[in-house]
């Protein structure tokens, strides 16, 4: 499967931004998808995790209330909707996928599949 997110961009602190993650070649419909982010000089972190209808979420204590994800399995795209941005949210943000319905492993190197990453920018 082969990852492109888009959507980042610069926003004040309190602004919204969502992002997108299309997938193209394997079947998406039965994945795991997640969000994850990296800020410079730091480890990239799990943001958040759909399965595989859109039914159970999963996110980081540091985004939960303020983003949310979702899915549309038609298009083949996830969305991180992120809303009430605050300058410690800059980073580059990557989508990744897994096919084994461990909705819950937060570790990057656990998901095999990642897109390319985008960055965002949050001015204080």
């Known amino acids: 499967v082969q990852l492109q997110a888009s959507g980042g961009g610069l926003v004040q602190a309190g602004g919204s931004l969502r992002l997108s993650c299309a997938a193209s070649g394997r079947t998406t419909s039965t994945s795991v998808m997640g969000w994850f982010r990296q800020a410079p000089g730091k480890e990239r972190e799990f943001v958040g995790a759909?399965?595989?209808?859109?039914?159970?979420?999963n996110y980081a204590d540091s985004v939960r209330g303020r983003f949310t994800i979702s899915r549309d399995n038609v298009k083949k795209t996830v969305y991180l909707q992120m809303d009430s941005l605050k300058p410690e949210d800059t980073a580059v943000y990557y989508c990744?996928?897994?096919?084994?319905?461990?909705?819950?492993?937060?570790?990057?190197?656990?998901?095999?599949?990642w897109g390319q990453g985008t960055q965002v920018t949050v001015s204080s």
């Open positions: 759909i399965n595989s209808s859109g039914v159970r979420k």
């Open positions: 990744a996928a897994r096919y084994d319905n461990n909705f819950y492993s937060r570790a990057p190197r656990e998901w095999p599949y």
